[in-house]
C-alpha cells in the first residue's frame, strides 16, 4: 500500500494540475481519514477566560474554535475523530452528546491526570487504528493548506511530517532538504521554524512513547532524529495562522477576521463570521464599533458604548456602560467606564 501511496504521490508533482490531479489528490488524502485532536490543554494564559470554558470552545464570531479544526480536518478528508479532554470535560461531553460532528464520529478520551502530547498520542493508541494518522491541536484557528503536508509525508516515506511556519513564537525547528534534523537545538543546529500544531504520524511513535508517562511528542521526535528516524517538515507560510494563547490574540483574531474579511475555504456555512447573535437585544440607542462580537442571548443597554468588544452568550451590558477592549464571559454582567477588563 505505501509504495501505491508513494507511486500517487510521484504523479501528482508530476502534474500539478487539471482534473487527474485533483482527482488523485482526493485518493491521497483519503489515506489520512482519522485524526486526533489534543483538546486538554488547560489555557492558563487565557484565565480567567478559561475557568469557565475550555480554550477549544471559546467563540470566534459566535463558532466554537475548535470547530474550525474539525472542518479543516473534514475537508482534508478526515472521517472519524479522537479527542482528549481534561479541563471542564463536561463542555466536550455536552457539545458531542450525540457522538459525532457533521455526521463523523467524535471519540472522547478523558484525561483525569494531564499525559501531556505525547502521553496523550500513546493513551489513544488503541483506538488509532490507521496506519497513518494526523493530530492537529484544539486549540488553533487557521487555513493552510494540508494536502502538501499528506504528500510530502507519503512522497518522502516519513516516520512523522511537521507542518511548520515563520512566526515570531518560536525557531525551535531546523530543517534541511525536508527532513528535520535539530528541535531546540539539541544537535548544534540552529532553529528557524516553528512547528505549527499539525502533523502526520505512523503508527511507529507508539514504539516511542511508555505507557502512563507526562510526556511531550516534541522530546519523542528529537531523540527519534537523534537516532535517524525520518523526521519531515512542510513550510506552510502562506494563508493565515492565529495563535490564541492569550486575550490579545484573541482580540487580534477578530480584528484580522473582520477588517481583512477572512474566512477560510473549509467553511460550509455562508454566514460566518457572525457580529451580532440573532436573538441579541441591543437597545437602539447603542453604540458598537470596532471588531464587535456579541453572542446569542446578550442585552446591551440603553446608551451603552462597545469598542472592540466580545460578548459571549448570555451577558448583560448595564445602561450608559462604557467598554473599550473588553470580553465578558457567558451569563455575566458588566456596567461602568471598562478598558482592557475580562468579566
Known amino acids: 500500500m505505501r509504495s501505491a501511496v508513494v507511486g500517487i504521490a510521484a504523479r501528482i508533482s508530476r502534474h500539478p494540475q487539471g482534473d487527474g490531479y485533483r482527482r488523485e489528490m482526493r485518493w491521497l488524502q483519503k489515506m489520512i481519514d482519522q485524526a486526533f485532536v489534543l483538546g486538554a490543554g488547560l489555557g492558563m494564559r487565557l484565565r480567567p477566560l478559561t475557568e469557565d470554558l475550555p480554550k477549544p470552545f471559546i467563540p470566534i464570531f459566535q463558532k466554537p474554535l475548535i470547530t ?80 502538501p503536508l499528506v504528500e510530502e509525508h507519503f512522497r518522502a516515506g516519513n516516520d512523522v511530517t511537521l507542518a511548520l511556519r515563520e512566526t515570531e513564537h518560536g525557531r525551535d525547528v531546523a530543517i534541511e532538504d525536508g527532513r528535520i534534523v535539530d528541535i531546540t537545538n539539541r544537535y548544534g543546529h540552529p532553529g528557524r521554524y ?20 507526562v510526556l511531550s511528542y516534541i522530546s519523542v521526535l528529537t531523540e527519534w532524529i537523534g537516532q535517524g528516524g525520518r523526521i519531515g517538515g512542510v513550510v506552510l507560510n502562506e494563508r493565515k495562522w492565529f495563535n490564541i494563547g492569550s486575550r490579545k490574540e484573541y482580540l487580534a483574531a477578530h480584528r484580522v477576521i473582520l477588517e481583512e474579511h477572512w474566512k477560510p475555504d473549509y467553511l460550509e456555512s455562508s454566514t460566518w463570521p457572525v457580529s451580532v447573535a440573532s436573538d441579541a437585544e441591543i437597545n437602539p440607542s447603542a453604540t458598537l464599533s470596532g471588531f464587535y462580537s456579541i453572542g446569542a442571548g446578550c442585552r446591551v443597554g440603553a446608551g451603552a458604548t462597545l469598542e472592540d468588544t466580545i460578548l459571549w452568550p448570555g451577558a448583560q451590558i448595564a445602561s450608559r456602560s462604557h467598554l473599550r477592549n473588553c470580553i465578558v464571559r457567558s451569563q455575566r454582567k458588566a456596567e461602568g467606564d471598562l478598558s482592557d477588563t475580562d468579566i
Open 194 to 213: 516553528d512547528f505549527a500544531g499539525i502533523c502526520i504520524w505512523t503508527r511507529a511513535v507508539f514504539e516511542r512513547i511508555p505507557s502512563g508517562r
Open 68 to 147: 474550525f479544526v474539525l472542518d479543516h480536518l473534514i475537508a482534508a478528508g478526515v472521517r472519524s475523530f479522537i479527542i482528549n479532554t481534561h479541563h471542564r470535560p463536561e463542555a466536550f461531553r455536552e457539545f458531542f452528546a450525540e457522538k459525532n460532528y457533521r455526521g463523523h464520529p467524535v471519540q472522547l478520551v478523558h484525561e483525569p491526570e494531564i499525559l501531556g502530547t505525547g502521553g496523550g498520542i500513546k493513551n489513544v493508541e488503541s483506538l488509532l487504528r490507521a496506519e497513518h494518522f494526523i493530530s492537529y491541536s484544539g486549540d488553533l484557528l487557521t487555513d493552510i493548506e494540508l494536502a
